[in-house]
Every structure is written in structure tokens, then in C-alpha cells.
């Protein structure tokens, strides 16, 4: 029942292939979705295996209910606060043999119109990952300062015309609060010149971008679970990470970096020996990208990056991205 989803999982093949390092080992798919992925890597793991999922909304929460299999559970979580939820079932840092993140939204999320993360479907203005908390990109929209809102749709959305949207959605909304999808893309389609280069690109599509980060705080949940799962991987412990747009992967790359090459922060003028030098708590990492045929089959899969890397047994340091 659940083999479309199977066929649509960006990197289908690549991710488990390049997470799963022991099919004896313990193992976390952060963003479960349609499991996809986490289907995936059970297949490569042996009785003893184990797989912890989470995902943020309950409607993937519930899909999971399909999986029967013990190696298997499920936590309706936010990905960044895996550490905690992990020591809640007993593991704790260092004990982990790989994390998985397949970040962003997803098909589900984005084709139903109630969720309201789509300009094309006229729906309520929600755009939540979690749908039992938090606040809808509508409430965001009216009751958010016009400097605040112009800088997440230039900082997420990276829009030229961030500015006159943000005084655009001020002015609108004081005649009539942001209900529903259509509300936003219309206004935004006023505004905004169509892209003469794009034609195909609704005028929207970087607002919303941006609205989405920003009411789901995506870029603070990759930067926590990154560290996260520097925590509690094991060493040779495997982390693997799929993006799907620039802001998410640089700061995957940025992270990775940083881990594998920590001498490079220190000061150059600073005479420190050799031996004295900070050991990469990250080591063999892999750049990976979906082949011509998966784009071809999935065009979804074109923006994808799959970056992978492994922890050595260093002491973790929290880092910075
Ligand atoms: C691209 S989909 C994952 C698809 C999945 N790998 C599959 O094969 O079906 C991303 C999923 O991650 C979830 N998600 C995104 N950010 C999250 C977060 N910070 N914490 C938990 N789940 C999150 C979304 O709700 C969505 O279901």
C-alpha cells in the first residue's frame, strides 16, 4: 500500500546505502514523512537492528501506524529535540550508529489543500508542520511588524522585492486580515514583476518559501539536530543529510566543514604544534546527488543534496552554523 511513496523517496537508493554502517546497529530517520526512507533502511537491517522515526506532524505520526514491525517505533517530535526523546527511551549519547534527515516538506504536506503550504490550492493560510501547535503563517502574517516580515522574505526567501511585499501585506492586511492561500498569492502576484526568465515560477513562490522557514523555524531545527546527532552518534556512527535548497545546504556544508577541518577556526598566527591541534570529530565526508534518471523520474529529486559524513570518536563541541 505504501509502495508509491517508496518510489518517490528522493535518493532512495543513496541514503540508506550511505547511513546504515552495522544492520545490527541503532539508527534515527528524523523526518519519516511516508517512510519512505525509514522503509528502506529496515530492509537493510538485520533482527537485532533497531529504527526511531520522528516527524513533527501527526498526520505522518499516523501513517506510520502501517509499519508493523518491531525493530520499528515512531515519536510525534520536533527532530531537534531527538536527544531528549532518545534518553526518554533509554539511549543515550554515543550510542547511536546513525542519524537520517530528509529536510523540508513533504509531497502529502504540500498536495493538501487544508494544509495550506501551496499557492496553488486555494486553502486556510497554515503552512504548519505541526498542526497541533504553534502559529499559522496567517496569524504570522497579521500581527508581525513590516521590518520583521521584510527581512524573513529577503533572508528565506532571498526576494529581490522583499520590501515592497512587506509594505504591500501592512497595508492589506489593516483592510482585511490573511486568510487563505490565495489571499497571499494574489497580493504577492501584484507586486511582484513575473520572473521574464521563469515564466513557469509563480510570483510567490520565494514568499512563501520564506513564510514556511519562518513560522516552522526549519533553519534553528537544522542547526540543533545537526548538533544532535553529533552528540549522540557513536564513533564511525554515520550522518546523512538530504537539502533542497541553498539556505538548508549551506548550512549542512558549513557544519560539515567545520567538524571535519576544526583547525582552520583556529588562529593561523597562533603557534600551536602539531599534536596540539583540534582532531575532526567528522571524517570521510560525502557529497552525493541523484542521478540523471531518479531527476528524469522525479523532478523533485533535482534540487536534492545528500551530504554524508563519519564521527570519529572525538569529544563532541557544540558548532556553530
Ligand atoms: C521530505 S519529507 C520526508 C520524506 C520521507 N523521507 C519519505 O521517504 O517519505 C520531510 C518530513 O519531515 C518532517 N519534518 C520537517 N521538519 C521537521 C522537524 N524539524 N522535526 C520533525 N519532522 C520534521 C515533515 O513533517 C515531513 O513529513
Not at 41 to 55: H, N, V
Not at 111 to 127: I, K, N, Q, T, Y
Not at 225 to 233: E, F, I, Q, S, V
Amino acid at each position: 500500500m505504501a509502495e508509491p511513496f517508496v518510489h518517490l523517496s528522493v535518493l532512495g537508493e543513496e541514503s540508506p546505502e550511505a547511513l546504515v554502517i552495522r544492520p545490527d546497529g541503532l539508527y534515527v530517520d528524523g523526518t519519516f514523512g511516508r517512510g519512505g526512507h525509514s522503509r528502506r533502511i529496515l530492509a537493510k537491517l538485520a533482527p537485532e537492528g533497531r529504527l526511531i522515526a520522528f516527524d513533527r506532524d501527526p498526520e505522518a505520526v499516523r501513517a506510520a501506524a502501517e509499519i508493523d514491525d518491531a525493530r520499528f517505533r515512531i515519536v510525534h517530535a520536533p527532530f531537534s529535540t531527538m536527544a531528549e526523546e532518545l534518553a526518554r527511551l533509554g539511549v543515550a549519547a554515543g550510542e547511536v550508529d546513525g542519524v537520517f534527515l530528509d529536510i523540508g516538506v513533504s509531497s502529502p504536506q504540500i498536495d493538501d489543500a487544508s494544509r495550506g503550504f501551496s499557492f496553488r490550492f486555494e486553502g486556510p493560510l497554515d503552512m504548519r508542520m505541526d498542526t497541533t501547535t504553534g502559529v499559522t503563517a496567517a496569524e504570522w502574517l497579521n500581527t508581525t511588524d513590516e521590518k520583521t516580515i521584510r527581512r524573513v522574505i529577503d533572508l528565506y526567501g532571498e526576494e529581490r522585492f522583499a520590501g515592497p511585499i512587506a509594505r504591500a501585506i501592512v497595508a492589506r492586511r489593516a483592510e482585511k486580515p490573511f486568510a487563505t492561500t490565495g489571499d497571499l498569492a494574489d497580493l504577492v502576484a501584484s507586486v511582484v514583476p513575473r520572473n521574464k526568465k521563469d515564466m513557469g515560477q509563480h510570483p510567490a513562490t520565494r514568499t512563501f518559501q520564506a513564510i514556511r522557514i519562518e513560522v516552522n523555524r526549519e533553519l534553528e531545527e537544522l542547526r540543533t539536530a545537526l548538533n544532535a546527532a553529533g552528540r549522540l552518534l557513536a564513533p564511525a556512527g554515520r550522518l546523512a543529510v538530504i537539502s533542497f535548497h541553498s539556505l538548508e545546504d549551506r548550512i549542512v556544508k558549513r557544519f560539515f566543514d567545520r567538524a571535519a577541518h576544526p583547525e582552520r577556526d583556529l588562529d593561523p598566527r597562533l603557534p600551536i604544534p602539531v599534536s596540539k591541534l583540534p582532531k575532526p570529530a567528522f571524517v570521510d565526508v560525502e557529497r552525493i546527488r541523484p542521478s540523471e534518471a531518479e531527476c528524469a523520474a522525479n523532478p523533485r529529486a533535482r534540487s536534492a543534496i545528500l551530504r554524508a559524513g563519519t564521527r570519529t570518536a572525538e569529544p563532541w563541541t557544540n558548532i556553530e552554523v
